[in-house]
């Protein structure tokens, strides 16, 4: 999850050119600001207390179930449909 969220505030400072939609400009988006976006600190995206977002222990839909805790992060709803597609791909690609 961790990796997913990296990404997506990764592809928000580098293509994003309103400050209310960069991480490191707006404090809701950026992960070392926000707790709610920090695995280490919420649980939902961590993968050791989150069993549903674990590839280990779910190995078939681990990664749709990460997809839908990322649509339920603020940064999810600034990204623009681009940068969705390019989450998911990326989601995709992830190794267990």
Do not use: G
Not at 46 to 51: C, D, E, L, V
């Amino acid at each position: 999850m961790d990796k997913l969220i990296k990404f997506a505030v990764n592809l928000m400072e580098k293509e994003n050119s309103n400050s209310l939609d960069l991480p490191s400009k707006n404090s809701i988006l950026n992960p070392l600001l926000n707790s709610s976006l920090n695995p280490e600190k919420e649980s939902r995206l961590n993968p050791a207390i989150n069993h549903k977002i674990n590839p280990k222990i779910n190995p078939i839909t681990w990664k749709q179930c990460q997809l839908e805790v990322f649509k339920e992060t603020p940064i999810y709803e600034y990204l623009t449909k681009r940068q969705k597609l390019l989450c998911l791909q990326y989601l995709k690609a992830m190794k267990a």
